[in-house]
């Protein structure tokens, strides 16, 4: 798969259940997404500016939360958590390991580190490094700020390796109980147990064996696995491919459906351009024939941007 920071990707035996999304492996949350649920994993938790969680944060590895985001209940980790200036903590706050925190940070049921403490300046970095330059200005090093933006410029690019498996929330999302939404892409795992009616504005593709309940709607093609059940409607205006065995349990509207003879549907078919009826062989080897000239464009794409 060609990951791209524009699609919600939610890792195999992912569950929601009614308080918390149940994952394995890092999770990172963008910028102004809106989770309405806690997280729990065994991995780390990344999560972005302005973001809210309506629940309590549970994770075997570090915890970064980056500025103005809101926790609505507490977060716990059994290494080390990073908060940055004004974020807020609506319940109890406990790290086994170190706990780094910003300016104004509100952590309103107090709490516990076992670690070391670390509360930093709330005077911003760049004012450092503007006093800085000004002083190496006066003393006429200009050799010196050259090499200093050198590396600043440099360091721009660096970033934090995540895990293999990662569930990935894009910038603007919203996750909830009954709808969730992104701008971009949808991909879920495989044995996935997911609440709620996904929105996408790009593609979406579910993984064998996952349960929604919910419906899927999205303005590109929707891919259904093996054994997927989808309790609500499914609809876009491309085409929409089930797998072998799966079960639909509503409406279906697309130009076009590509249908498993195994598959099973409780509702009414829309399809403007028809529906065909596909042997399990033949869609395996058009999906995987898809996917590889997908990957050849995009590459071809990244090729021409370097050049």
């Known amino acids: 798969m060609v990951f791209d920071r524009r699609t919600l990707v939610i890792p195999d035996n992912t569950v929601f259940d009614e308080k918390a999304i149940n994952t394995t492996g890092d999770v990172i949350i963008g910028d102004r997404c809106l989770i309405q649920f806690g997280i729990k994993t065994d991995g780390r938790v ?3 500016e302005h973001a809210i969680i309506d629940g309590d944060i549970e994770s075997a590895g570090d915890i970064r939360v980056d500025i103005f985001t809101r926790v609505r209940g507490s977060v716990k980790s059994n290494a080390n958590v990073y908060l940055a200036e004004k974020v807020t903590v609506d319940d109890r706050l406990s790290v ?17 580190a076992k670690g070391w403490i670390n ?3 709330p005077i911003p970095i760049v004012i450092y490094i503007f006093i800085y330059l000004s002083q190496l200005l006066k003393m006429g090093h200009s050799a010196e700020i050259e090499r200093l933006l050198d590396e600043m410029e440099d360091s721009e690019g660096d970033t934090i390796p995540i895990s293999e498996v990662f569930l990935f929330i894009p910038n603007s999302s919203m996750i909830g109980s009954q ?37 899927i709607q999205a303005d590109g093609e929707i891919y259904c696995g093996k054994h997927v059940d989808v309790k609500g409607p499914v609809k876009t205006s491309g085409i929409i491919r089930i797998d072998e065995e799966a079960v639909m ?13 195994t598959a099973v549907t409780h509702g009414t ?27 050849i464009e995009i590459v071809g794409m990244l090729d021409e941007e370097r050049g």
């Open 119 to 121: 509360i930093r300046s």
């Open 179 to 215: 709808t969730s939404q992104t701008d971009g892409d949808i991909r879920i795992g495989k044995k996935c147990i997911l609440r709620g009616t996904l929105e996408a504005k790009g593609k979406a593709f579910i993984g064998d064996n996952t349960r929604i309940h919910g419906g």
């Open 269 to 295: 078919l829309y399809a403007k351009q028809g529906i065909s009826f596909i042997s399990p062989f033949d869609f395996q080897e058009d999906e995987n024939e898809r996917r590889f000239e997908e990957d």
């Open 46 to 48: 990344f999560i972005g």
């Open 96 to 112: 086994t390991g170190d706990l780094d925190v910003g300016d104004s940070v509100e952590v309103k049921k107090g709490f516990e």
């Open 249 to 261: 349990g509503s409406t279906i509207t697309a130009q076009k459906i590509h249908l498993s003879k």
